[in-house]
């Protein structure tokens, strides 16, 4: 059988469906980049916004009209409109996100079969979904209460992933290959908090450093409760890339309130201020939801003074949408949709001019690329397109293909928004 998988949002989505195809390999199944190839369809939906709603049912439907898929549907937007999920073409069967871990051994029509991960084996997804890095699903589940999130109803209560499975799945990623892993999670910081006796994202950091030789390990997305020295101290070790992405959402504490979240903004600030003493060039960046109900014109100031202030190297600009069943919906103080373009337009622009000014600065330095995409010029030279350290996209001129390959690059120049670099 031939199996096409899809993913819409986050790292999370993509490690699943990385793991979705080590388990298909496994039973035998071929993976294919295109859904008119394939025999079975896994989408895998987001709900975390409305476009990303719309993306999800669109790629199904797409799925649906190969004429030969059949197609099933897992993911944050089935799991809250199950019944539109069903009703779309093609699609024979939605699988729970409680599920969704088994979801190649459900998907055989025999009695479902046991898989032991530790013999799987890691490959490259086909197509363009072609990655260097290995996305690593460490955590699954949220406990907080945001007022405008739907993913703790789509996903349940935060659940970490033992030890000695990721370990499985970091091993399997080494084995084939793999120079980068990519921690990720719907909470990633609150890893180990369940378990007896409880463990900590910062112990399990300290564990990968110790018992692995991977090259490079990244965190996703990660909230900043309850980070202290010590994880602070774990980028002394140069296998730790210097990038964080940390989620703001606002500003202003009183529409932090509102949104329930947790972020302590002199915490937040505290925390990337000892990272950069750590590392000059550490960047950081991060995610905003502009026009939150009863955001007022100061409070979006607030929120663009301290992303000025924090230094944020870039980001991500959301314009508040209602997700049914959130919180959120039932808040006073709504938004007209013409300043939220205009709130949307000021921060997307701010955070533009934050990352040329970072980019400018790193011009001169030398930075470790892991190259990503290989482009073959009609000199017989290779275009090299791929990622530093702290998360700066490169590109340069190299003599043979280094795809997936780690290398020394001194920046040169900063030219059509794009940094460019000779190889060290």
């Known amino acids: 059988m031939k199996v096409f998988l899809e993913s819409i949002g986050c790292r999370l989505n993509q490690a699943e469906i990385e793991q979705f195809a080590a388990k298909f390999r496994k039973l035998g199944y071929e993976i294919v980049e295109d859904a008119d190839q394939a025999d079975l369809a896994v989408i895998n939906t987001c709900s975390v916004t409305a476009a990303a709603a719309s993306d999800s049912r ?25 019944a539109e999920a069903l009703a779309l073409p093609g699609v024979i069967q939605i699988v729970r996100n409680q599920e969704k ?11 479902p079969p046991v898989i032991d991960i ?11 979904h072609y990655r260097t890095r290995a996305f690593i699903k460490v955590q699954d589940g949220c406990n907080n209460h945001c007022t405008y999130c739907l993913t703790r109803l789509a996903r349940g209560r ?15 990623a080494r084995t084939s290959g793999g120079n980068e892993i990519v921690l990720t999670g719907v909470n990633l910081g609150s890893w180990g908090y369940e378990f007896d006796p409880a463990e900590s994202l910062t112990m399990l950091i300290e564990r990968i450093l110790r018992e692995t030789d991977l090259p490079r390990i990244r965190l996703s997305s990660l909230e900043t409760f309850n980070l202290g020295d010590d ?23 009183r529409i932090l309130k509102r949104m329930a979240r947790r972020t302590l903004l002199p915490e937040l600030a505290d925390l990337m201020g000892k990272l950069r003493k750590i590392n000059p060039d550490f960047q950081f960046t991060t995610d905003v939801i502009v026009g939150f109900p009863g955001e007022t014109q100061a409070d979006f100031e607030q929120t663009l003074e301290f992303v000025r202030t924090a230094g944020f190297n870039s980001g991500h600009v959301f314009t508040f949408s209602e997700r049914p069943g959130t919180a959120a919906v039932k808040l006073d103080g709504k938004i007209e949709k013409s300043v939220k373009k205009e709130r949307s337009k000021v921060l997307r622009d701010q955070f533009e001019a934050q990352r040329m000014d970072f980019c400018r600065g790193m011009v001169g330095k030398t930075v470790q690329v892991l190259w990503e995409s ?26 043979k293909n280094l795809q997936n390959q780690i290398s020394r690059v001194k920046l040169t120049e900063l ?8 190889l060290d």
């Open 415 to 422: 030219k059509a928004k794009k940094l460019h670099g000779v």
């Open 118 to 128: 530790r013999t799987l084996k890691r490959e490259q997804l086909p197509g363009s």
């Open 374 to 399: 290989a482009e073959k010029l009609p000199n017989a030279a290779w275009k090299m397109s791929g990622l530093s350290e702290n998360y700066l996209s490169v590109e340069t001129i190299a003599a």
């Open 158 to 172: 935060a659940r970490s992933v033992p030890f000695d499975r990721l370990m499985a799945d970091i091993s399997a």
């Open 58 to 82: 669109g790629k199904i439907r797409l799925a649906g009209r190969s004429g030969r898929a059949r197609v099933l549907v897992t993911g944050c937007w089935s799991e809250m409109a199950q």
């Open 231 to 253: 994880f602070v101290r774990l980028w002394e070790n140069p296998r730790l890339c210097p990038h964080l992405h940390l989620p703001l959402q606002s500003g202003s504490e």
């Open 101 to 111: 871990d088994r979801l190649p051994e459900l998907s055989v029509e025999q009695d």
